[in-house]
């Protein structure tokens, strides 16, 4: 009878397992879906989201996995449909939420600087082609391979899993995530959100880091008002708003805001200076020596400007406008300020002391307004989400550090984080040389590695199945 119950308990356990996934078919098919997303005009503007929601939701409902689509309605012209599309498979409660993000937008294009269509999803030499091959079709495929996959195995739930395909990412978070946080937030309550931001990086053809952003810089900015005296351009006045204005901009520009680092900057350089050539490890390990710093700081803002951009809050001078005629001295010229503060900066301190940098009354500092991000403490680095992505990264990338990441630019996880989620920013390899050679983020020649968008989404799988799944 022992014999026969325990031959029966075997045999129960393993008719429970789910079998084994078939990596070759489930490529196959992230390859189609991606195929035919990236075929999708999304651009923003020139194209529409509602196309790749539309596409998906017939993914999802196929599979009998519960979807609904959030709309904020546009009152100007109600022919814009900027939809944003939820899916939801349900755990039994035991954990809160998991949220998977990823946003269905783009950036425009330029058809003419284009190679190769910019949604032709055009195959050579084992990348792919299109506009959002990386951001940030990738990830949407993922979190949609996630949901079939999880669905298809039967994987039973200890948490809800949640899939949402955002509108309006690269400049309108008002239709998307915005709307989301404020009208709809129980929707999309977790308690982890994986999203964009990461990236695994590949030097010379070989991997040297997983980077998983946990926190991000928020876009800010301001223009310089210079006013003083119209006149004739033959006698020179000392009020002059264009001199005025070109000397503030040199003081900002020259001004190198204080360095002050968090928990995922600190870990990011301790990290990276584990991985590097020599003199590039003194660089980063002397970053706290007081005899070192200055003369470091120095050399990266020269020579390496997104590490030194990851130290500070960082301004950069990008639009001067100034005079109509050669001859004529304008009362009024300004200068706008790209500014991407740390998490924890204080702006309106921070624009007192901008004030004293300038040091000229005749020079107004006014704050721009537009598409914000709420500030947000730093994803925690001891959680089991954290310790999950380390742990399946080496199992992907083997021998390779992890690199907590403060991204200079934007995310809508911002929002998020703002509420208390906590979020990690996921990618696929990239070669670092395809940022100079311009097959990188919002370039004319975007691409993928084509067996990097497989192997991250896979990731993506088995970090979201070790985090849901019933144990």
Known sequence: MVKILAAL??????????????????????????????????ADPGGSEKPMVDYLKAVLDKEGIETKVYEIENFADPS????????????????????????????NIDPKKWKHGPFSAHREDGYIYGRGTLDDKPDVVACLMTMLLLKRQGVKLDRDVI????????????????????????????????????????????????SVETTEKLPSGVR?????????????????????????????????PP????????????????????????????????????AIQEYLAI?????????????????????????????????????????????????EQLKSVINDPSIKIVRESFNSRPPAAPSSLSNEAFKTIET??????????????????????SFLRAKGMQCYGLGPIMDAEDIQKGFSYHSDQERI???????HAKFHYEIVEQLAAAK
């Open 392 to 413: 399946l990264s080496q199992k992907h990338y083997p021998g390779v550090p992890v690199l907590p990441t403060m991204m200079t630019g934007a995310t809508d996880m």
């Open 163 to 210: 899939f949402l395909a955002e509108s309006g990412e690269e400049g309108a978070t008002s239709v998307g995530i915005a709307f989301m946080v404020n009208q709809h937030y129980d929707a999309i309550d977790a308690e982890y959100c994986l999203a964009e931001g990461g990236q695994v990086t590949r030097i010379n053809g070989k991997i040297r880091n997983v």
């Open 303 to 351: 020579n390496d400007p997104f590490h030194n951009s990851m130290l500070r809050t960082s301004i950069s001078p990008n639009i001067i406008k100034a005079g109509y005629r050669f001859n004529v001295i304008p009362s009024e010229a300004e200068a706008s300020l790209d500014i991407r503060a740390l998490p924890d900066e204080d702006l309106p301190k921070f624009y």
């Open 449 to 455: 590695v084509e067996a990097a968008l497989y192997r």
């Open 9 to 42: 308990f075997v045999v129960s356990v393993a008719a429970a397992q789910p079998k084994a996934i078939d990596w070759a078919k489930a490529d196959a098919e992230t390859l189609e879906h991606f195929t035919k997303i990236v075929q999708i005009n999304s």
């Open 224 to 256: 310089l008002v210079a006013t003083g005296v119209a006149g004739h351009g033959s006698m020179p006045l000392r009020s002059n708003p264009v001199a005025h204005l070109a000397q503030a901009v040199a003081r900002v520009a020259a001004w190198q």
């Open 80 to 107: 814009i449909h900027r939809p944003n599309l939820l899916a939801r498979l349900k755990g039994s409660g035991k954990k809160r939420p998991i949220l998977l993000m990823g946003h269905t937008d783009t950036v």
């Open 259 to 294: 360095m002050r680092m968090n928990d995922t900057t600190r870990t990011y350089f301790e990290r990276l200076a584990t991985v590097v050539g020599p003199e590039e490890r003194d660089r980063f390990n002397g970053l706290l020596n007081p005899d070192k710093t200055d």
